[in-house]
């Protein structure tokens, strides 16, 4: 034990004389940068719960703001169900039958800036609870439009997840309808543009 305890001792001050110089203390300055960049990263982390505060009152004045719309506009919107899928997959309010699901926009309004044409392009995301591709296809309810189109990408396999991007030709009521083989999922949402 005593030849432990020497060792120890003579270790604690050879160590400091092997460093060298410039290791013993930190260099002159730095004490203050670090105190400066510590006050800094509270500005900065102050500023952020500012702007998630400020972002979340208009997240929900927006929300706020498309429940109305939808209750307010004659367009027989769907009411999402809740049904969930089997897996996770994005949108806001899940709508489902059992073999198909879909992630709807909040309060079923989509809202979305319009391309130069006119036309709005919203992503979905569907879960296929039997196998096969995806097909999508929709069309206007309140007023003459071309069909919608959908881009249905490869490489989410036979079933499950499926992400999914609609581009609606113009605003208003359009009924789109999802198949998965003899399956399908109708919703009705509505598109308005800003």
Known sequence: ???????????????????????????????????????????????KRSLEQANGAVLRRELALQRHVAAADPCPITHPNGSKPPGPMFGAEPH?????????????????????????????????????????????????????????????????FQSTGITFPTEGCWRVTGRVGDASLTFVTLVLAV
Request: net charge positive.
């Open 1 to 47: 034990m005593s030849k432990l305890l020497v060792a120890a001792c003579l270790a604690a001050l050879l160590l400091p004389a092997a460093l060298p110089a410039d290791a013993k203390s930190p260099p002159k300055g730095l004490k203050h940068q670090v105190a400066v960049l510590k006050a800094k990263v509270r500005r900065l982390q102050a500023q």
């Open 96 to 160: 489902g039958n059992g073999s198909i699901w879909v992630g709807l926009w909040s309060a079923n309004v989509v809202v979305w800036s319009a391309e130069p044409d006119g036309s709005v392009s919203a992503k979905f995301g569907w879960w296929r609870g039997v196998a096969g591709k995806l097909r999508i296809d929709g069309h206007r309810l309140d007023g003459q439009a071309p069909p919608l189109t959908a881009h249905v990408p490869d490489g989410y396999g036979d079933s499950g």
